[in-house]
């Protein structure tokens, strides 16, 4: 089992760019999650959902979008990147009451 | 308002002391509480969750309701225990969100 891919693994974006952090799960996971983790501040979360076609927004969604069309894929979107979301950006999945598998990361530079 | 407290942004030890990472939550409810460790440019790892009660790599924590803490403990620390280390919180039925604490890196000298 793969457990929870994130792709890319690095990115530099410059100011107004757009991107999609892709994060894929094999588990069959029902709840995923987007944090970012940043020094001083531990990890924070931005969206998460609890099935397909179900979102909500953590402590800080602005800048951010998220779909889960489907129960392996919770794709995070910047529609206009800034420096404030320069950041390490981990991608989580769990099935209901277990704790979170994390993947690797995604850093992320915004010039 | 939910939130964890971690009071160390570095703890650094000499191998084979004693290690106490210190955790204080407030939550208004039963929570879950839970360890990740992160070792250097690696994804978390769960080590820890309360309702366990379970030792891992040598490491426990208690959860103690009446000072709302979470301390993880470990009698003898090893060079390989340097990490960055999170405490988290979940609340009941809350859809796989954690609240995370700040992180202690703990440095495990020889």
């Known amino acids: 089992n793969a457990g929870v891919t994130q792709t890319p693994k690095f990115q530099v974006l410059k100011t107004g760019q757009s991107m999609t952090l892709q994060c894929a799960q094999d588990?069959?996971?029902?709840?995923m999650s987007w944090y970012r983790q940043d020094p001083g501040m531990g990890l924070r979360l931005i969206h998460y959902s609890v099935g397909a076609g179900i979102t909500d927004q953590g402590e800080v969604p602005n800048g951010y979008n998220v779909s889960r069309s489907t129960t392996e894929d919770f794709p995070l979107r910047l529609l206009s990147a800034a420096p404030s979301q320069t950041s390490v950006y981990f991608c989580a999945s769990s099935p209901p009451g277990s704790p979170l598998h994390f993947g690797n990361g995604t850093r992320l530079t915004v010039t | 308002a939910q939130r964890v407290t971690q009071p160390e942004k570095l703890l650094s030890v000499f191998k084979g002391a004693p290690v106490e990472l210190k955790c204080n939550y407030s939550y208004s409810g039963s929570p879950e509480l839970f360890w990740y460790v992160q070792y250097s440019r690696q994804r978390l790892q769960l080590l820890l969750r309360h309702i366990s009660r379970e030792s891992i790599k040598g490491f426990t924590a208690d959860l103690n309701k009446g000072e709302t803490s979470f301390h993880l403990k470990k009698p003898f620390a090893q060079e390989e225990d340097s990490a960055m280390y999170y405490c988290?919180?979940?609340?009941?039925?809350?859809?796989?969100?954690?609240?995370f604490g700040q992180g202690t890196e703990l440095s495990v000298k020889p």
């Open positions: 988290a919180l979940s609340g009941s039925n809350q859809g796989g969100k954690l609240i």
């Open positions: 588990m069959n996971h029902e709840y």
